[in-house]
Every structure is written in C-alpha cells, then in structure tokens.
C-alpha cells in the first residue's frame, strides 16, 4: 500500500467514525503514544539492564504512533511521502558532508 493510500485510509476511518480532532490534539495525543512506546522499551529492557527485545504490546504502541502521525499529517494537508522524500534527501546530504545523519556533529 501506497503512503497516499494510508493516509486516505485513516482519513475515511476518522471521517466515518467521527473522531477528527484539532491538529494540537493530535500532536497531545502523539506525546502520549510515544511515551507508551517508550514504557515497552523500558518493560523489555528492565530499564536499560537488558538487551532490548520486541514485547508484546510493541507493535500495537508502534501502531498508535503511526496512526497518530497520519492523523497529523491528514488535519494538515501534508503529504506524508513528500516529507518522507525531504527527509531523505536531507540525510543524504548530510551523510555524504559528514559520514553520518545527525545533525549535531
């Protein structure tokens, strides 16, 4: 599936189900989320004692996160493969400048 194809997608299930909310809400809810990712990652690692190792609840909280960054992108009328494309082209750059994609070094 198509990134376009996603987020026409998620646009028709927030539509029909009638849960769009205003971008600020979303970007709320998206700290939220991430901070639940990041619970399975403190659970799989016993807070950093352990090699980290995909938990059972990963790949729902991965899936919240996504599903909240479409929502973003789709209350904003950003393409979400352009700014992937942007992105890309952007560490590219950097990469072949500095031998890396950070942006500090």
């Known amino acids: 599936m198509q990134l376009f194809e ?6 028709k ?3 029909d189900k009638q849960i769009n909310s205003p ?3 979303r970007i709320l809810d998206l700290a939220s989320e991430v901070g639940e990712l990041s619970k399975e990652v403190l659970k799989s690692t016993n807070y ?3 090699e980290f190792k995909k938990t059972k609840g990963w790949d729902n909280e991965i899936g919240d ?3 909240s960054i479409i929502c973003i992108a789709n209350e904003t ?4 493969e352009d700014s992937l494309n942007l992105v890309l082209e952007k560490y ?3 990469f ?3 031998g890396n994609i950070g942006s500090c070094r």
Do not use: M, P, W
């Not at 996603?6 to 646009?11: A, L, P, S």
């Not at 009328?77 to 979400?80: E, K, R, V």
């Open 6 to 11: 996603v987020q026409r997608k998620i646009k």
């Open 13 to 15: 299930f927030t539509e």
């Open 23 to 25: 971008v600020e809400i």
């Open 48 to 50: 950093g004692e352990k």
């Open 65 to 67: 996160v996504l599903f």
């Open 77 to 80: 009328d950003t393409n979400l």
């Open 92 to 94: 590219e750059k950097r």
């Open 96 to 98: 072949a400048s500095k």
